[in-house]
């Protein structure tokens, strides 16, 4: 529909890593005010994980119930989504005619430049609701951006011999990330995301997104660090 469109999944990891990241949020809102005020065709459509206080709500809740539904799990996640995504909202208010978004599938007005959304429903992280926006307002490429540079053939924060990956295939990516859905799974795109994805024949490049250096290279189309899936 928009053939200027950049779909980016914002990991929680780097919004929220445990405070509000303010500097750096404040760097990455004056880079795409750049990108967006140079070209009006161009639109983004930022979707905002939970980060630190998802984590936090998700497993204070575990230990006063460890028999807690993971629907209500994913719920506590889903409201963290929402206080980082009105965050954004803010942060672009000029550039926006829709509220937080956070159903996917509403009504979406999108005549600004920026959509921010954040967590619908549960079972599954906010990567599937990029990957819904994704299919809805036509974009080819989901720029993935998380607290890690690459994608590795194992998690490196558990595997010391984890290695990373430049390019991985949807088959292969979804042999290693597995189809289990578990609230605030720690992974580079979430398994219930990338089945629709890889059915849907999208790329998502993996990225560290403080290196905002980088994330502007992607989004100008020049080389970058990260890994694509695909
Ligand atoms: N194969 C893998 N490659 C890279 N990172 C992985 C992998 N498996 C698990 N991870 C973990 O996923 C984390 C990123 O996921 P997450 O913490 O949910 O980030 P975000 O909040 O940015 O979505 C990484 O920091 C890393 O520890
Ligand atoms: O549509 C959604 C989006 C998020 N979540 C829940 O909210 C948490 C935080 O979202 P996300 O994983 O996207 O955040 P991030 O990993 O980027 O911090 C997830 O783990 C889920 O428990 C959910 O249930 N449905």
Known sequence: ?????????????????????????????????????????????????????????????REINPDVDNEELDWLGIRATHINGQLLKAMFNEFCTDNLITDPTGHINFQGQVLVAAGWKPGFSTDNDAVILAERFEGRLIINLSNIAKVYTDDPKKNPDAKPLDAISWDDYRTMVGEQWTPGKNSPFDPIASKRAAKMHMEVVCADGRNIENTMNILYGRKYEGTLIS
């Not at 914002?10 to 140079?38: H, M, Q, R, W």
Request: overall charge positive.
């Open 1 to 61: 529909m928009y053939n200027n469109l950049a779909v980016i999944s914002l990991g929680g990891s780097i919004i929220a890593p445990e405070k509000v990241d303010y500097a750096f949020l404040k760097e990455l809102n004056s880079a795409l005010k750049t990108y967006l005020k140079e070209d009006k065709s161009r639109k983004i459509i930022l979707v905002c994980g939970g980060g630190a206080p998802a984590r936090l709500y998700q497993n204070a809740m």
